[in-house]
T-cell receptor, first 115, second 121 residues
């Protein structure tokens, strides 16, 4: 079965704190894709990152960083020095390696950053 | 990059009426599109997979006669909520898969529309 678990339902931090959003996935595929999306109150999904299962290198993009560990089936997302504008719902998703297959989303983590 | 556009972004309708939501791929041809539904404070749940020129594949529990999907061209899929009721009020999001790299290898790239918020009174 394919599954994405985001155990943290809600996280509240104060501006400038670092915060890590956890994502654990399950799949039997050897090739797959992992994604993170941000959903602000407006509703549209903002693409943050896509990671191929063969690429375990961690990635940093500005204040964002991602830690992909196949050994623990985790793809965690860290925001450094959080800002109020980071407040949103963040979804982790699993993309099977089949062209006609949709993404499987976790339940999302609501991040609230206060000033 | 590839763009997927949804219309309308918001719609309010009376109970019993039908509402059509359009999903267009603006700069690529999409043989497959996906329709998701998101209730408040919940995740995106796949409703159906829309394939150009053939019938949509619905997920378990989704009424195909209530949620009509038509994928008549490579750039347009429509979702019609028939005889809408207040419990159908939700955020509907479509997505489309862009073509793979030259040679047909699958990249996994998936683009989402802006979403359509349906409110049924």
């Amino acid at each position: 079965a394919q599954k994405v678990t985001q155990a943290q339902t809600e996280i509240s931090v104060v501006e400038k704190e670092d915060v890590t959003l956890d994502c654990v996935y399950e799949t039997r595929d050897t090739t797959y894709y992992l994604f993170w999306y941000k959903q602000p109150p407006s509703g549209e999904l903002v693409f943050l990152i896509r990671r191929n299962s063969f690429d375990e290198q961690n990635e940093i993009s500005g204040r964002y960083s991602w830690n992909f560990q196949k050994s623990t089936s985790s793809f965690n997302f860290t925001i450094t020095a959080s800002q109020v504008v980071d407040s949103a719902v963040y979804f982790c998703a699993l993309g099977p390696n089949q062209a006609g297959t949709a993404l499987i989303f976790g339940k999302g983590t609501t991040l609230s950053v206060s000033s | 990059g590839a763009v997927v556009s949804q219309h309308p972004s918001r719609v309010i309708c009376k109970s019993g009426t039908s509402v059509k939501i359009e999903c267009r791929s603006l700069d690529f041809q999409a043989t497959t599109m996906f329709w998701y539904r998101q209730f408040p404070k919940q995740s995106l749940m796949l409703m159906a997979t829309s394939n150009e020129g053939s019938k949509a594949t619905y997920e378990q529990g989704v009424e195909k006669d209530k949620f009509l999907i038509n994928h008549a061209s490579l750039t347009l899929s429509t979702l019609t909520v028939t005889s809408a009721h207040p419990e159908d009020s939700s955020f509907y999001i479509c997505s489309a898969r862009a073509p793979g790299l030259a040679g047909g290898s699958y990249t996994g790239e998936l683009f989402f529309g802006e979403g359509s918020r349906l409110t049924v009174l």
